[in-house]
Nanobody, 117 residues
């Protein structure tokens, strides 16, 4: 199993930037894919971005061109650089991982991102 801890959320104005980090611990060598989901009030949780063991990256259409997911090897985290933020990006952002060895997903506790003037 793995444990996922997010950090970096906060309040930002429209057009601004924010960087989220996900620190994974435990059986990290077994991680197949790791990435980010978000859930806005009253909406279902939705996919944002992820990268797999081969470093193949996927983005949702709503964030493509604005968000960048990458591994920060100095911090041993998977980060989400969010640029040109919009009010509709407001949500709780969750780190997510699935393992080669387990049939279920792992989730962090979430971090709030609010985009508002």
């Amino acid at each position: 199993q793995v444990q996922l801890v997010e950090s970096g959320g906060g309040l930002v104005q429209p057009g601004g930037s924010l960087r989220l980090s996900c620190a994974a611990s435990g059986s990290t060598d077994s991680i197949n894919r790791i990435g980010w989901y978000r859930q806005a009030p009253g909406k279902q949780r939705e996919f944002v971005a992820n990268l797999d063991r081969g470093n193949i990256i996927a983005y949702s259409d709503s964030v493509k061109g604005r968000f960048i997911i990458f591994r920060d090897h100095t911090k041993n985290t998977v980060d989400l650089q969010m640029n040109r933020l919009k009010p509709e990006d407001t949500a709780v952002y969750y780190c997510n991982a699935d393992l080669l060895t387990d049939p279920w997903d792992y989730w962090g506790q979430g971090t709030q991102v609010t985009v508002s003037s």
